[in-house]
Every structure is written in structure tokens, then in C-alpha cells.
């Protein structure tokens, strides 16, 4: 049996080692444990909380030593002794720990040598399962952290503190659950994981072929037909993929084609399908690991997030199909003919039962089911759907594959979650996020827009080496509290955070949802990341209406009506304004009048609204005119 991890984070060479033999059989039986165990714990639940994150990293840690090799000179096809070394000692780890830790608490912070020893051991594993999966860029940030809770008292004033030994350091990591075992690994293991597991199922028993020729049916005759299909394609897929990477190359390699057959530019198809992917991100009712980590963040009911969030949702692709169908009229780009679309009919004859699915996932969350139950039936309600139809029903074989690449696939996503902890953890034992809360608020000078701004680039540098899920609970712990302090509602300010950590995948000069759409498209991967940036505008837009706008339902209906209107046209403003088409070309002047109309529209008062609705007529009947004097012309 042969081992190999398709879901690799590095999109330009595949980090992972093939596996054969008695190693592959090993890994597979691993691989499926984790996955039938984390079924299993959905459904019947626990003992305690340490046996439910311990198991979850350690089987993370395990699959990946076995997988992801040291360095690139490592075996491909086998396993280093400083694997073996590693794997030990992870499994050493988190025995102990699930072992030991009713005692480390009884003890009550009277740490014993080997607790010590054990909680070093467990952060260089951490450290290095998270370096040999995601690369250098997380793990050095965690060192950092854990030289700033050491170096405290020589740090700058705004952020000193009395300083930690090494012991202390450590042991608050390792012995408690407020460091790798803490908040992130706990989502990962309760929910995170579940529902990779969905997805996977959902995807591999057939449904991404129905949710791809559902939107090309519908959509695919239309001016440009196959940009607006794989913008609704990768929206579907995008919620249950969880990675915006992995939706780019899972749906890119048929959409991005299609696109460019009917005259898009690459670069221009490549655009599209990474900002329709990073938008899948936000699409309720998974939204990848989003909302189960602002659910329990903000400690709100997960439903609340998932209602909260269509509208906004709503808007970014109304965003991105708007401008597609502006770059299409102005490149006079058709739709695809009859004979090279599937029939819609035939299509939801074939398919629909894979809605079922998703509709026990709402149903369930609405009549007040945890997201671990919702999860545990969506998978029962997959696996039943695939088996009773002959077309995607499968073998055993086929099925312990399935749950096999349901583990690897959460193994980027699993590997981060200790790294994150220790990072949490350093900031929860030196208070640090009230002394950033207090440096953003004297950096904006206690400016609400500067502040969401300052955000924002915090976000973008973190995102040119994190991972989304990484920059956003990084940024949840010390931006968050900012926000509240200059009067952002909690939910609402973990919201900005989420909406800005995707611009990892967007904006260059790292962008690696990009660079993989351009690899697949054969474009200049920094003219796709600024191509993908213009397209995914709304990722921007959007947090600032978080702040002032009752855009997440906290308003009266009327308000939120109007609220949704209103940016709808600011939406249909800004998009000429980008595109330099209308009706019909749009001239410099004229940008400028939408620039501002649209500015105008997205501020929150009728009198804004007022002006620029009417500069947004003005220019609308002035291009009508221009229209009908050039239909004359020609006639």
C-alpha cells in the first residue's frame, strides 16, 4: 500500500515522503483509527477533557513524523532514525500527560522534575511537527514568545513584564490546558477535525462532481458563464474544504480551463478562482474552521455565527460576480454553448440527494444541536447516501482510503494547533494581549478606523507566512481586545479579525492560494495575487462594515435592510470603478464619481446614501446615453 499526502500545503513541491509496505499499512491503520475515533467521540463523547486532546495530537504528531521528512535530504520512502527518535518521544509525551495530568492539577502548580522534562520534550515536538509541516515561520514566531515570557523585565515599557524561568515557561505549556493541550487544540479536536472528516466524505463519495455541474448548468450559457459558475463552484466547495489552497487546486483544475476557453486571460481566470475560494471561507454553514473558533472565542452559540454571516457572505460574491460580469462585457466575452454544459435536469436527477447532507447539518444546528452532533450525522447521513446510490457506492477498500485521507487531509491544520497554543499560552501568562490592546489604541490615537486599519496590516504581514486559521487566533487573542475597548461588539470584532486573516490567500507578495491557481492556469503568479486582490475587494470592505453597520443583525429590520441595499449598491458602484466599465467605457471622470458614490453608499446615514445613489443615477443615465448614440451610429 501506497502512502501520499495530496493535500500538501507547499503547492509548488510536495513536502511529504511516499510510504509503502508495512509503513504504509502501519500509517493507514493509524491514519483510520484517528478518524473512526474522532467519529466515535462525536457521537458518545469523552471521559475527560485531556484524553480528547491528547489523542487528537498525538495522532497528529505520529502521522506526521511518519509522513512530512526532516529536511529535503531525508528518506522519501522511509523512515530516519530522527524520526523514530521523534515519534517516541511523542508518543512518551502524550502518554504522560493524559496519564499524569490529574495529578499535575491535584499538585496544583508544585511541578516535579520530570514534569519539567516532559514539558520541554513536548515543546520541541510541538515545534517541530509544526516546522516540518507548515515551514519556519510559526514555529519561530512561538520562540519568540517564549523568549519574550523569559526576557520580560528588559522588554520595552508597553510591553514588560516581571518575567518567567524556564520552568515556569514550560510548565505552564505542558501541565496545564492553557498552552498546547489549551482553547485551539480543543476546537481542532472537537470540531475542526469532524468536520475535514465531512468534507472529505462529502467529496470523495461524488458530491464535488454535483456541486460543480450545478452552477455551470445554471450559470454556464450566461455572459461570462464559466468565471460566474466557478465563483458559485468554488463558494460550495470552498465552506467544506477548509482551505482555500486545497479548493484552488481541487476546483481550479476543471473551472480555470473552462474559463480560459472562452476567452478569459489567465492570470484573469486565476484571479477569480482564488478570490471565489478565499470567499468560500466565510460561506455558512461550516466556513471552514472559522466560525467554530469564533463561536468559542466569543463564546456565542455556533448557529449565531452561522446566521450572522449570510449576509455578509452574500455580499462578497455578489461582489465578485459583479465584477466578473463587468470583465466580461468589457472584453465582449461570451457564454459556453448548450452541447458543452450538462443538462440541468439530469444533473439534479443524479445529485440531489448530496444536498441532504448539508440540510441535516442546518436542521440540527437550528433545534439546538451541538456542531459535534450536527457533524456525527452529516457524516452518517454522507456515508448512507453514498452506499444506497450504485453510482458512487464504494468498496471496503475504497472506504478505509476514505478514512485514511480524511486524517492526512487535516494533518496542515492539525500541526498548527500546538504551536498556536503555546503562542495563546505566552500571552495568557505575561497579560500581554491587554498591553497590545493598549498599544493599538495609543497607536490610533483611539480612532476606530485607524484602528481597524492598523488590524488589517497586522493581518497582512502575519499572512505572508501563516497559514489563515494561524493569523486569525493569533490576532483574536491581542486585536480583539483593542477593538472591544474603542466599542466594537465582541462577535463583531472577532468577525474584522476573520474576514482580514483570508487576505493570506489574496494579496501578494505571499499568496498562496494564488500562486497555486496560477500554476494551474499558467500565469504570472504576482499578476494573479493582484488580480485575485481586485476580485476579493469585499474581504477589505467588509470589516469596517462589521464596525459600523448593523450588517450582522444587530439592528432592527428596517436598518438592515436598508444596511443591505445600501451596500449593494455601493457593491455596484465600486465595480465600474475597478473595471472602467459600465454600460459602456468608463472614463477617468467618471471612475472618480463611482469611487465616491460608492464611498458614499457604504457610509452608514440616509443622507450619504442619498448623494450617492443619485451621483451613482447620474452616471448610469449618462452611460445609457453614450450606449444609445453608439447603437445609432453603428445602425
Not at 246 to 255: K, P, Q, R, W, Y
Not at 269 to 297: D, H, K, R, W, Y
Amino acid at each position: 500500500m501506497t502512502i501520499k499526502n495530496e493535500e500538501s500545503v507547499n503547492t509548488a513541491e510536495n513536502k511529504t515522503r511516499t510510504l509503502s509496505g508495512p509503513l504504509g499499512i502501519i500509517f493507514t491503520i493509524v491514519a483510520s483509527l484517528f478518524t473512526l475515533t474522532y467519529i466515535y467521540i462525536a457521537k458518545f463523547g469523552v471521559p475527560n477533557p485531556q484524553l480528547n486532546r491528547g489523542l487528537y495530537l498525538g495522532f497528529t504528531f505520529v502521522l506526521c513524523f511518519m509522513l512530512y521528512p526532516a529536511t529535503k535530504k531525508s528518506p522519501r520512502h522511509r523512515l530516519s532514525i530522527i524520526d523514530y527518535l521523534f515519534l517516541a518521544a511523542s508518543v512518551a509525551v502524550i502518554v504522560y500527560f493524559i496519564v499524569e495530568y490529574p495529578k499535575m492539577t491535584f499538585r496544583a502548580g508544585e511541578v516535579t522534575q520530570t514534569d519539567i522534562i516532559f514539558s520541554i520534550m513536548a515543546i520541541i515536538v510541538t515545534l517541530e511537527v509544526t516546522r516540518r509541516v507548515l515551514g519556519n515561520t510559526l514555529p519561530i514566531i512561538a520562540i519568540v514568545f517564549l523568549i519574550y515570557a523569559y526576557f520580560g523585565p528588559y522588554m520595552p515599557s508597553i510591553i514588560a513584564h516581571r518575567g518567567f524561568s524556564i520552568e515556569r515557561i514550560a510548565t505552564y505549556q505542558f501541565t496545564t490546558l492553557f498552552g498546547i493541550f489549551g482553547i485551539v487544540t480543543s476546537i481542532f479536536a472537537k470540531y475542526v477535525f469532524l468536520f475535514i472528516i465531512f468534507g472529505t466524505f462529502l467529496d470523495k463519495l461524488g458530491a464535488a462532481k454535483f456541486f460543480i455541474d450545478l452552477p455551470y448548468a445554471l450559470t454556464g450559457r450566461t455572459r461570462g458563464g464559466p468565471a460566474k459558475a466557478a465563483v458559485l463552484v468554488s463558494g460550495l466547495m470552498g465552506s467544506v474544504s477548509g482551505s482555500a489552497v486545497a479548493n484552488v487546486i481541487t476546483t481550479g483544475t476543471f473551472t480555470i480551463p473552462l474559463m480560459k476557453k472562452t476567452g478569459y486571460k489567465p492570470h484573469v481566470a486565476a484571479g477569480v478562482e482564488t478570490a471565489a475560494s478565499s470567499g468560500g471561507q466565510m460561506v455558512p454553514p461550516i466556513m471552514g474552521a472559522g466560525a467554530f473558533l469564533i463561536a468559542e472565542f466569543a463564546g456565542v452559540p455556533y448557529w449565531d455565527i452561522v446566521k450572522i454571516s449570510i449576509i455578509p457572505a452574500l455580499l462578497y460574491f455578489g461582489s465578485v460576480l459583479w465584477l466578473v460580469d463587468l470583465e466580461a462585457a468589457r472584453t465582449g466575452l461570451r457564454g459556453l454553448s448548450k452541447n458543452d454544459l450538462p443538462n440541468i435536469k439530469e444533473v439534479i436527477k443524479s445529485g440531489w440527494f448530496f444536498v441532504l447532507p448539508l440540510a441535516a447539518i442546518i436542521l440540527l444546528l437550528m433545534q439546538g444541536y451541538s456542531p459535534s452532533q450536527a457533524g456525527f450525522w452529516a457524516i452518517v447521513t454522507t456515508v448512507a447516501v453514498g452506499m444506497i446510490n450504485k453510482s458512487t457506492r464504494i468498496s471496503w477498500r475504497e472506504f478505509v482510503k476514505l478514512l485514511r485521507d480524511a486524517a492526512v487531509k487535516s494533518l496542515t491544520i492539525g500541526a498548527s494547533a500546538g504551536t498556536i497554543g503555546i503562542i495563546i499560552g505566552i500571552v495568557y501568562l505575561t497579560g500581554l494581549g491587554l498591553k497590545f490592546s493598549d498599544l493599538v489604541v495609543s497607536l490610533s490615537g483611539g480612532m476606530l478606523p485607524i484602528a481597524i486599519i492598523l488590524v488589517g496590516l497586522a493581518s497582512y504581514v502575519l499572512g505572508m507566512g501563516l497559514t489563515v486559521t494561524s493569523s486569525y487566533i493569533i490576532l483574536a487573542i491581542l486585536a480583539v481586545p483593542a477593538l472591544t475597548k474603542l466599542g466594537v461588539p465582541l462577535v463583531a470584532s472577532h468577525l474584522i479579525v476573520f474576514w482580514f486573516s483570508q487576505d493570506a490567500n489574496i494579496t501578494p507578495p505571499v499568496c498562496l492560494a494564488a500562486f497555486a491557481a496560477a500554476g494551474i492556469a499558467g500565469a504570472d503568479p504576482m499578476k494573479t495575487g493582484w488580480t485575485s486582490f481586485k476580485f476579493g475587494k469585499g474581504l477589505y470592505l467588509m470589516p469596517f462594515l462589521f464596525a459600523y453597520t448593523p450588517i450582522l443583525l444587530n439592528g432592527t429590520v428596517t436598518e438592515i435592510i436598508i444596511t443591505f441595499i445600501s451596500v449593494s449598491l455601493g457593491i455596484i458602484a465600486a465595480g465600474p470603478a475597478l473595471q472602467g466599465y459600465f454600460i459602456t467605457d468608463t472614463g477617468l471622470l467618471e471612475r472618480i464619481i463611482l469611487g465616491g458614490a460608492a464611498f458614499l453608499l457604504f457610509h452608514p446615514a440616509l443622507t450619504t446614501d442619498g448623494i450617492g445613489l443619485a451621483l451613482l443615477t447620474a452616471v448610469f443615465l449618462k452611460q445609457m446615453l453614450t450606449r444609445k448614440k453608439v447603437v445609432e451610429i453603428e445602425a
